[in-house]
């Protein structure tokens, strides 16, 4: 099977090649068999014609024999009728004996005119649809007789015109051939009679035929009694020669096609007609039909060669077009692993990073709790309610900044891992925004700082509540972390193109380019410290840049050091992805 699918394309060839070669050939052997066929029966015809003209040679006078030459060479036609007249019209013989002697009339038709003489047209004849010829019977231009000869057509009423026509043209032939070959007899045979010359009646077959070559009489021991070769007469050819026979040969560099039968059927002891009949044109077709199969062949090789290199080339071009979609593929897919190799790496140092922090900033913080928390637990009696206070606000605040941490790392977990969902539904963005602030307002007090908000009425945003209001909160917050106190924070909303546009900007200390090329990374430590000792997990902008990417928006940072910062977010208006995450959770 491997060998098949491997050389299918030349197995195809080969055997497109073999089949249109048989059948060039077959066509060959047929049409040699047919023309072998008609050889055969023209010459059978015409050695019945000469045999029958000399077995009637002594009744040829009153032309008696006609009836019997009819049946012996009527090609299998259905005969009607026939007569033979002479130039007068006087019928001599008829297949209705009564007519003999009469004189042939018919009021619509007149044989004796010589338009009419020599063509074929259809007739009725007793109600029955017949092809009739009157044949002329000619010694040189002398008119000698008149054939009538009527062949029955009825069997074709029922054929398709093509058929029919068909039909009728082979008949024409057939019905030609056979006035001819009468009419040649009556001929041959009134020349013998009036010559008495048996050597000059078989020359007159010679001459009424250009096919035949040489007609010869043989007798029982194979000695040529009569024949139109004089260098062959009285010569002994042979035993062989007196058995019934047809085949090829070949004289003097001709192609001959020679047949041997009885001259009279009846008398098996009697002597031998050898006719011998010329054969070129014969071989002549035969060549031409083996080189038009060879031709044939050779063009059906070309042809199946060209059709082959084709497809081979086809095939090569899709074998190259796959391959280069392969190796498309194969660079796509090596592009995917090294990004998933660098996401790896990126994990990998992500987790190293959480493992830092684990053992750094959540160490620091569970230290002071344990320590503060022991303090007042083994020696709680010695300490002033003062101190006893400032230990539970240390404790208070180590866990609160555990707990952001640890909510930070919860929250950038599931954004890295692909898990974030969002419960998209319509919100209205000024009111949450006055919302969050009023959450950090406590948080502003204690710094002495205040909140300006420029919020028109935009309503109907989708997103998703819980996470706009982180990114609010860590944006306040940061305001409020890094600012000075006394300080103030700016906080707006418009819309500008199909997007809402929301700034935090505060009077910071601003940030350094290093600091803004790091600003969104995780676990970031930037140079700017917080202005009243808050702490910082270095999460939050990394959160927050996630949250808004994923509702389809955008952030960014607009700082120089000394003159603050302005954090500046933007979300689609109307975003049919964003959308579409409604309802999840």
């Known amino acids: 099977m491997e060998f098949i699918k491997k050389h299918n394309i030349f197995i195809f060839c080969f055997f497109l090649i073999l089949c249109l070669s048989s059948l060039a050939f077959y066509n060959y052997i047929s049409q040699k068999r047919v023309l072998l066929h008609q050889l055969s029966i023209d010459t059978e ?26 049946k012996s060479i009527s ?45 074929f047209y259809q007739d009725i004849r007793d109600m029955t649809n017949v092809l009739a010829i009157f044949h002329p019977v000619k010694r040189g231009k002398e008119l000698i007789g008149i054939i009538d000869l009527a062949v ?30 009468i009419s040649t007899s009556i001929l041959n045979s009134l020349s013998v009679f009036e010559t008495v010359d048996f050597s000059d009646f078989l020359e007159s077959f010679l001459k009424s035929s250009e096919s035949i070559l040489e007609v010869a009489i043989l007798n029982r021991e194979g000695k040529v009694e009569v024949s139109t070769n004089l260098d062959r007469r009285g010569k002994r050819l042979g035993v062989e020669f007196t058995i019934s026979q047809r085949g090829f040969t070949a004289e003097k560099g001709k192609d001959i096609y020679r047949i041997i039968g009885h001259v009279n059927p009846n008398d098996p002891e009697g002597s031998h ?21 060879v031709a044939t062949t050779l063009l059906t090789i070309l042809f199946s060669l060209t059709i082959t290199y084709s497809i081979y080339r086809i095939n090569l071009e899709r074998t190259k077009k796959e391959n280069i979609r392969l190796e498309e593929m194969v660079k796509e897919r090596t592009t995917e692993l090294s990004e998933a190799n660098e996401n790896l790496r990126a994990l990998n140092e992500l987790k190293n990073q959480f493992i830092g922090m684990a053992s750094h900033d959540l160490r620091n913080p569970l230290g002071h709790i344990r320590g503060f928390s022991e303090l007042l637990y083994e020696d709680g009696g010695n300490f002033s309610p003062e101190e006893q206070k400032q230990f539970l606000e240390t404790i208070y605040s180590s866990s609160d900044h555990m707990l952001a941490l640890v909510n930070h790392l919860l929250d950038i977990s599931v954004i890295e891992s692909g898990q974030l969902k969002l419960n998209i539904e319509p919100c209205s963005l000024d009111e949450l925004g006055r ?22 009425e935009i ?3 989708p997103l998703d509540k819980s996470q706009i209001s982180q990114v609010l909160d860590n944006l306040i917050s940061n305001a409020i972390k890094f600012s000075p106190k006394g300080s103030n924070v700016y906080l707006s909303m418009e819309i500008e193109h199909s997007m809402v546009k929301v700034s935090v900007r505060d009077e910071g200390p601003g940030l350094s380019q290093e600091d803004q090329g790091k600003l969104f990374g995780t676990f970031q430590k930037l140079s700017a ?55 999840t959770g």
């Open 45 to 70: 015809n015409v050695h019945k014609s000469v045999s029958s003209s000399i077995n009637k040679f002594s009744a040829i006078k009153d032309t008696l024999g006609i009836q019997h030459l009819l």
């Open 273 to 293: 007609l050898m006719l011998l009949i010329d054969a070129t044109l014969y071989v002549a077709n035969l060549q031409k039909l083996f080189f038009t199969a």
């Open 152 to 181: 029955d057509i009825s069997e074709f009423e029922y054929s398709s015109e093509e058929g029919k026509s068909a039909a009728l043209l082979r008949m024409r032939t057939d019905v030609y051939n056979l006035v001819n070959a």
């Open 529 to 583: 410290k917080p202005t009243g000792g808050e702490k910082s997990t270095g999460l939050g902008l990394a959160i927050v840049k996630k949250i808004i990417e994923t509702h389809g928006g955008s952030i960014k940072a607009e700082s120089q050091l000394g003159s603050g910062t302005t954090f500046v977010f933007f979300l689609p208006i109307n975003n049919e992805a964003v959308k579409e995450q409604g309802g």
């Open 459 to 461: 309503r109907d945003i």
């Open 435 to 456: 919302e969050r602030v009023h959450i950090f307002d406590v948080h502003a007090r204690k710094k002495n700082m205040a909140f300006h908000l420029s919020f028109p």
């Open 75 to 119: 090609l299998e036609l259905d005969i009607f009728e026939f007569r033979y007249m002479n130039k007068d019209g006087v019928i001599l013989n008829s297949m209705f004996a009564k007519e003999i002697g009469g004189k042939f009339q018919r009021p619509d038709f007149d044989p004796l005119d010589p338009k009419n003489l020599g063509r």
